[in-house]
């Protein structure tokens, strides 16, 4: 019901900066949230940051001031621009979303990308 692109994964070093990328496809309606989470080997998933459909972001404090997300809804896209990357940031992160469809205009539900590896090493 609801496809993801997500790319801009890759390798770099510590202080360097990458920009992730989503976009969504499906039959919903409406995309409410749009968020990144991630995950490291051996680590719970965590919440990195959302945007809601009218602009509002969140941050985990771990990347306050170094990351950006953004959302284009006429691409229903969504991005992360990771600036002044750790080693502490390498995991795999992964698009959510926070759809409804034409059946259940009222129910919102949570979809996930596949996500995509951040690796960070001197």
């Known amino acids: 019901q609801v496809q993801f692109v997500e790319s801009g994964g890759g390798l770099v070093q510590p202080g360097d900066s990458l920009r992730l990328s989503c976009q969504v496809s499906?039959?919903?309606?409406?995309?409410?949230?749009m968020a990144w989470y991630r995950q490291a080997p051996g680590k719970e998933r965590e919440l990195v940051a959302t945007?809601?459909?009218?602009?509002?972001?969140y941050y985990t404090d771990d990347v306050k001031g170094r990351f950006i997300i953004s959302r284009d809804d006429n691409r229903n896209a969504v991005y992360l621009q990771m600036n002044s990357l750790k080693l502490e940031d390498a995991a795999t992160y992964f698009c959510?979303?926070?759809?409804?469809?034409?059946?259940?205009?009222?129910?919102?539900?949570?979809?996930w990308g596949r996500g995509t590896q951040v690796t960070v090493s001197s």
């Open positions: 499906g039959s919903f309606l409406t995309i409410y949230t």
């Open positions: 945007e809601t459909q009218d602009e509002s972001t």
């Open positions: 959510a979303v926070g759809v409804n469809f034409p059946d259940a205009r009222h129910l919102i539900q949570t979809y």
